[in-house]
């Protein structure tokens, strides 16, 4: 399986691809998609981002499943999903989010 990330341009934010083609900005959310059929989705957000002005760095990366939850394949995308892995107080960490999985409420 593969997901789509971007950097948010207004803000730098890492997003994710998630259902009906929608940006958000957790993991959790994000949509999963066959390694066959996630080229030609990269390709139509890729273009309707850059488009738009919406994102930069554009790329589907691998996702595993760990304990019956996806995760990100590599540390890099890890690190990514959650923020810096020297401050916890910074990130999506810090604000109660878990990177993949249920979402804190």
């Not at 981002?49 to 760990?66: S, T």
């Amino acid at each position: 399986m593969k997901a789509i990330t971007a950097n948010r341009l207004r803000d730098g934010e890492v997003v994710f691809l998630g259902d009906g083609g929608r940006w958000v900005e957790s993991f959790a959310e994000a949509a999963l998609f066959p390694r066959d059929e996630a080229d030609g989705v990269l390709a139509a957000a890729k273009e309707k981002a850059e488009r738009e002005r919406f994102g930069v760095d554009i790329y589907a990366f691998e996702v595993v499943e760990q304990d019956g939850v996806p995760v990100p394949a590599t540390m890099r995308e890890r690190i990514r999903t959650a923020g810096p892995t020297v401050r916890t107080d910074l990130g999506k960490q810090a604000w109660g989010k878990q990177a993949w999985g249920n979402q804190a409420a």
